[in-house]
């Protein structure tokens, strides 16, 4: 995987699941022992936010060069999308009041809705000839990101390699959390399948206040303990309390690190 370019973030899922496979075969007896898996070091994801004014100069330059590229980008960054959910968008899709994603990257579908910003930019301007599919399918996807690229190099933004269509994903969940959305409605807003992704590679701390970082850090604790003990299928009282796990053993409460080992016995995890 290595020397096919991977990186470590693409390399440990994929690491993991054949640990799963593996464990699964070793229960069946078809394997005697199970080799060890290090977990590679990742690093932080991406945590760059649009400034307001970022907004404003690039959206104005990307209007500059294309009306649609300029659409694109008030609604990925109004509706927290992905760049190709909102490409496959049809007609169909869009409501008086709302936008449904039916072909998402976790397999589930959302509907979210739609800002007054968004209403009017998928509206298309009158022109002849025959009705597109969708409001954003002439574009594809390559030609988005040159208009975004060589818009961002005019307004001196070339050198940020962090300023990619995705940040306008991870802006939208920024401001919905500002905005004093609860955390659990930006989850399903952004279609994560776990909190913990929406804590930790979607939304930065500096975005609360600083009265309110104990609790957020409290948040991020209780929600990766929580997202292990569901695929452990423990019950809650593992994480809070002393509870009984056989007649002559009580357990102490378990951290998300402990929680990690049980999960994954096999495999030592790096300290990062």
């Given at each position: 995987?290595?020397?096919?370019?991977?990186?470590?973030?693409?390399?440990?899922?994929?690491?993991?699941?054949?640990?799963?496979?593996?464990?699964?075969?070793?229960?069946?007896?078809?394997?005697?022992?199970?080799?060890?898996?290090?977990?590679?070091?990742?690093?932080?994801?991406?945590?760059?936010?649009?400034?307001?004014?970022?907004?404003?100069?690039?959206?104005?330059?990307?209007?500059?060069?294309?009306?649609?590229?300029?659409?694109?980008?008030?609604?990925?960054?109004?509706?927290?999308?992905?760049?190709?959910?909102?490409?496959?968008?049809?007609?169909?899709?869009?409501?008086?009041?709302?936008?449904?994603?039916?072909?998402?990257?976790?397999?589930?579908?959302?509907?979210?809705?739609?800002?007054?910003?968004?209403?009017?930019?998928?509206?298309?301007?009158?022109?002849?000839?025959?009705?597109?599919?969708g409001p954003f399918t002439k574009l594809s996807q390559a030609q988005f990101r040159a208009i975004w690229n060589a818009a961002k190099a005019e307004v001196?933004?070339?050198?940020?390699d962090q300023v990619v269509p995705h940040i306008l994903r991870h802006t939208c969940a920024s401001r919905l959390v500002q905005g004093g959305i609860d955390?659990?409605?930006?989850?399903?807003?952004?279609?994560?399948?776990?909190l913990s992704m929406t804590i930790r590679t979607r939304i930065s701390p500096p975005t609360i206040s600083t009265a309110a970082l104990p609790c957020w850090?409290?948040?991020?604790?209780?929600?990766?303990?929580?997202?292990?003990?569901?695929?452990?299928?423990?019950?809650?009282?593992?994480?809070?309390?002393?509870?009984?796990?056989?007649?002559?053993?009580?357990?102490?409460?378990?951290?998300?690190?402990?929680?990690?080992?049980?999960?994954?016995?096999?495999?030592?995890?790096?300290?990062?």
């Amino acid at each position: 995987m290595r020397q096919r370019g991977n990186s470590n973030a693409t390399i440990n899922p994929k690491m993991a699941a054949l640990g799963k496979l593996l464990r699964k075969t070793y229960k069946m007896g078809d394997i005697h022992s199970l080799p060890e898996f290090r977990r590679q070091k990742e690093r932080a994801g991406r945590i760059r936010f649009v400034e307001r004014d970022e907004e404003a100069r690039l959206f104005a330059t990307i209007k500059s060069c294309s009306e649609d590229a300029y659409r694109l980008s008030v609604f990925l960054v109004d509706s927290g999308c992905r760049l190709g959910e909102a490409l496959r968008l049809i007609w169909n899709d869009l409501q008086e009041h709302r936008v449904s994603f039916w072909i998402t990257k976790s397999g589930r579908s959302r509907t979210i809705p739609m800002t007054e910003r968004v209403k009017e930019v998928v509206k298309l301007p009158p022109a002849e000839g025959r009705r597109p599919k969708g409001p954003f399918t002439k574009l594809s996807q390559a030609q988005f990101r040159a208009i975004w690229n060589a818009a961002k190099a005019e307004v001196g933004l070339g050198a940020d390699d962090q300023v990619v269509p995705h940040i306008l994903r991870h802006t939208c969940a920024s401001r919905l959390v500002q905005g004093g959305i609860d955390i659990r409605r930006v989850q399903m807003w952004l279609g994560h399948q776990t909190l913990s992704m929406t804590i930790r590679t979607r939304i930065s701390p500096p975005t609360i206040s600083t009265a309110a970082l104990p609790c957020w850090r409290r948040l991020d604790a209780v929600a990766r303990a929580t997202a292990i003990r569901s695929a452990l299928h423990l019950p809650p009282k593992y994480l809070s309390g002393k509870s009984r796990l056989s007649g002559k053993r009580r357990t102490r409460n378990l951290s998300p690190m402990r929680l990690e080992k049980m999960q994954n016995p096999g495999r030592s995890v790096e300290q990062e």
